[in-house]
């Protein structure tokens, strides 16, 4: 499941050239540990979305376009099962992975 959200979100991610690709991976992964930790917190998923913006995140504001996909699929898990996961280390560790592939699929996206 995280390789499907991880699809998703970081195709709504930006793709910055300039930008190293350790630093644009640990903001996504920013955002997936925030959207964790609503739901952790029991955030109601209609919510999850502002309520991450109010606090006012430390990622640039773009990064934030990739919430609602990643809430959907964290929201599907259950919560005892995320009471032990790492999940924005996860998907920062999997972003550094596959970070070639997520960039010829969104230069892809951008030419279509």
């Given at each position: 499941m995280i390789r499907i959200a991880l699809a998703a979100a970081l195709l709504a991610a930006p793709a910055y050239a300039s930008e190293a690709k350790e630093q644009s991976?640990?903001?996504?992964g920013r955002v997936?540990?925030?959207?964790?930790q609503a739901?952790?917190?029991r955030v109601k998923q209609e919510e999850v979305e502002q309520v991450i913006l109010d606090?006012?995140?430390e990622w640039p504001e773009t990064?934030?376009?990739?919430?609602p996909q990643l809430t959907s699929h964290v929201y599907a898990m259950k919560r005892r099962d995320l009471k032990d996961a790492d999940l924005g280390a996860l998907f920062e560790e999997q972003c550094l992975q596959n970070w070639d592939?997520?960039?010829a699929?969104?230069?892809?996206l951008k030419s279509n």
């Open positions: 991976c640990k903001y996504q997936m540990a925030a959207v964790q739901r952790l917190d606090s006012e995140p990064y934030s376009k990739a919430i592939q997520i960039q699929m969104q230069k892809q």
